[in-house]
């Protein structure tokens, strides 16, 4: 993944620091995490053996993110096309990234046989070099090795509440959202979560104000808010808080999480 000036680099350093639970704020604390260009390291190259998903569990893997119409659909590592195909089949926006240039021929001819040449398309290009930002859901059957590899970018690069769903292997520590079993096959569903983690100044519905801190990881975050523990969870740019036994839900920005009569604006 090409850096594109040192702000940019800068930036995707800080959250991916914060998601990966490196530091609590927009700050220090990311250096045992991130070094050099502000990216994590990864191998040039990966050979990945082509091991076609079945069918059902194709459709299961689109079934548990909800893939419809209004979606943008990137398979990393598309072989035949299967994936992306199904997908256009439900209405999605389709493109699947393949190295290999014979299985990218053989999935342009699956998809115009199907006649989803338009809906879903086909390049061959190393997955580690693909835009990823205009997704919606991100699909992959990878390795395990390659999953951890692509783990950064798909945190940093793709916008909260993108679906990722991968077929077999999952995401080390960072922990599903949603997992199933079709076929004796495991699928994980994640969702990239907004970067909430840092100091908030929060004002609740009775009109009390302090300072919230929450440290992030993944999805999980815990604090503090006026000397009361803080735990809860995100699912993209939703946040559900507990503090002091009374439940806050709102919606995660860069600059301001919005809530029913509270909110909150970043700090730091």
């Not at 926006?93 to 290999?100: F, K, Q, S, T």
Request: aromatic fraction near 6%.
């Amino acid at each position: 993944m090409a850096a594109h000036g040192g702000s940019g680099v800068k930036r995707r350093a800080l959250l991916l620091a914060v998601l990966l639970g490196g530091c609590s704020a927009y700050g220090d604390g990311m250096g045992d995490i991130l070094r050099g260009t502000g990216i994590a390291a990864r191998e040039p190259t990966y050979d990945v053996p082509y091991v076609p998903t079945p069918e059902p569990v194709v459709d299961a893997m689109l079934a548990l993110a909800e893939v419809g119409p209004t979606d943008t659909l990137i398979d990393l590592g598309s072989g035949d096309g299967r994936i992306a195909i199904a997908a256009a089949r439900l209405g999605a926006n389709a493109r699947g990234v393949e190295i290999d240039t014979t299985l990218v021929e053989r999935a342009r001819r699956n998809a115009a046989l199907h006649g989803l040449q338009d809906r879903a398309r086909f390049s061959a290009a190393n997955l580690f070099d693909t835009p990823l930002r205009d997704a919606s859901v991100v699909t992959m059957y990878l390795l395990p090795r390659i999953n951890m590899a692509l783990r950064p970018q798909l945190l940093t690069e793709l916008r909260p509440g993108t679906r990722i769903v991968t077929h077999a292997f999952d995401m080390g520590d960072w922990q599903a959202d949603e997992w199933g079993l079709v076929a004796e096959r495991s699928i994980y569903l994640y969702i990239v979560p907004a970067v909430a983690g840092g100091n908030w100044r929060m004002t609740l519905p009775d009109g009390r104000s302090g300072v919230l801190h929450l440290d992030q990881r993944f999805q999980f975050v815990t604090g503090s808010f006026d000397g009361k523990l803080v735990a809860g969870r995100l699912r993209g740019t939703e946040l559900d808080v507990v503090i002091d036994g009374a439940s806050y839900t709102g919606s995660v920005g860069e600059a301001a999480i919005t809530g029913k009569g509270w909110r909150a604006t970043r700090v730091d």
